[in-house]
């Protein structure tokens, strides 16, 4: 859910900065990141910027804590299986979550990027109205 906001906001930037400034070059920006223009880049650009920025702020996540997460299971008890408690724990649960983040946001980009591109089709074929698949895909996450 994260990933999906904080990659919107950040491309929804030049169009904000262009309306404030005024600058030609934000402006440039703006269009070249808006698939809905004809005179910006083709739509794909949007799209894989989109789907790049979805996984790489998935990868980057702030709540980055296997020691914390060892240290509760050791002080309440529990253990992972054929996993020594400490260092080894640490190890096992930043490989899990480094492989988890990378599977799931490639998942996660593939599912956003989608959704994006079908919302995009449905409102240009149905004047305006979307379903705001986005938004469902944030809800049922």
Do not use: C
């Not at 529990?78 to 490639?106: D, E």
């Amino acid at each position: 859910m994260q990933p999906i906001l904080v990659t919107s906001y950040l491309l929804a930037l030049p169009g904000i900065l262009a309306s404030l400034l005024g600058s030609r070059f934000w402006e440039h920006v703006r269009d070249i990141l808006n698939p809905d223009t004809s005179h910006g880049a083709d739509p794909w650009v949007y799209y894989t910027v989109y789907a790049f920025f979805v996984f790489l702020f998935n990868i980057f996540d702030i709540a980055n804590m296997p020691k914390e997460i060892a240290d509760y299971l050791n002080k309440i008890g529990a253990r992972i299986p054929s996993i020594k408690p400490g260092k080894a724990t640490i190890a096992y649960l930043t490989k899990i979550q480094a492989s988890t983040r990378f599977w799931g946001g490639l998942l996660l980009s593939v599912l956003a990027t989608t959704s994006t591109i079908l919302d995009h089709y449905l409102r240009r074929i149905n004047e305006g109205y979307a379903i705001g698949l986005t938004s469902v895909l944030i809800i049922v996450s």
